[in-house]
């Protein structure tokens, strides 16, 4: 479903040239959650970037459901990012003046067949705060909008960068289990991006970034629950 080839991503900055991603070869099957680990500045957030055509490869190939990501015009990928993708950050990224269904809301219009915005709230817990600003609810539950947000358009992938790098433990755990209770209910790809170690237990494949290249790259026989996750 995700194929990358060859892939290469550098930045120039003033006479420097910073290698974010080298040579980058993997193949991520639909349905799977993965994550993509390292610690900060190995390539992660680039990496997701691209495979969500916000960045832009040097060179190499990335294509999603036979859709080349590296090849496509600006206007064919704000529709593959309209369409295919949901998109969580380290925080939560919503809008301010928007109440939390109205986040939701705010998403669900860019897709033709979105989910029911009531369904995805029940679904993270937060239907009855659906009336609240972002303000007056926690990071924790922020993140459960956030995520919601993402889900409510029924991308076939969600990318998630650090989506519990700014929680503490408990937090952590709830979104996790909640994207696992995503990629179980409605087939969502997940896709990952952490410094964590302990969180690349739940992945089906170990893709492990260092300095811009992939060190490890292995399947995980025995992927864990979100719940058996701790650090
Ligand atoms: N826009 C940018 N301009 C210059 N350097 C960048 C930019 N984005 C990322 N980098 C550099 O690329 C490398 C990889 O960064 P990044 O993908 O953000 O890593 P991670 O998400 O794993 O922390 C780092 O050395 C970082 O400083
Ligand atoms: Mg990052």
């Given at each position: 479903m995700i194929q990358v080839e060859s892939l290469?991503?550098?930045?120039?900055?003033?006479?420097?040239?910073?290698?974010?991603?080298?040579?980058i070869n993997m193949e991520l099957e639909p349905h799977k959650i993965y994550v993509v680990?390292?610690?900060?500045?190995?390539?992660k957030t680039t990496l997701l970037n691209i495979l969500g055509g916000i960045d832009v490869a040097d060179s190499g190939k990335v294509i999603v459901d036979g859709f080349d990501v590296t090849k496509a015009k600006p206007?064919?990928?704000?529709?593959?990012?309209?369409?295919?993708?949901?998109?969580v950050f380290q925080f939560y990224n919503l809008v301010s003046s928007l109440t939390v269904l109205e986040n939701v809301l705010s998403?669900?219009?860019?897709?033709?067949?979105?989910l029911?915005?009531?369904?995805?709230?029940?679904?993270?817990g937060m239907w009855e705060h659906?009336?609240?600003f972002p303000f007056e609810i926690s990071g924790g539950e922020q993140q459960r909008v956030a995520i919601a947000r993402a889900v409510v358009k029924n991308p076939a992938i969600i990318l998630c960068d650090e989506p519990t790098g700014a929680l503490d433990f408990e937090n952590a755990i709830k979104v996790l289990k909640l994207l696992e209770t995503i990629n179980e209910k409605y087939g969502t790809?997940?896709?990952?991006?952490?410094?964590n170690n302990a969180?690349?237990?739940m992945s089906h494949k170990i893709i492990r970034l260092r300095s811009g290249e992939l060190v490890e790259y292995t399947d995980n026989p025995s992927p864990v629950k979100a719940e058996e996750v701790v650090w």
């Open positions: 290469t991503k550098s930045y120039h900055v003033g006479k420097t040239v910073i290698h974010a991603l080298k040579d680990l390292g610690p900060s500045g190995s390539g206007s064919e990928l704000t529709l593959y990012r309209r369409k295919k993708l949901g998109f998403t669900k219009y860019l897709a033709e067949d979105g029911d915005p009531k369904d995805v709230l029940e679904t993270v659906r009336d609240k790809t997940i896709i990952i991006a952490t410094h969180i690349s237990r």
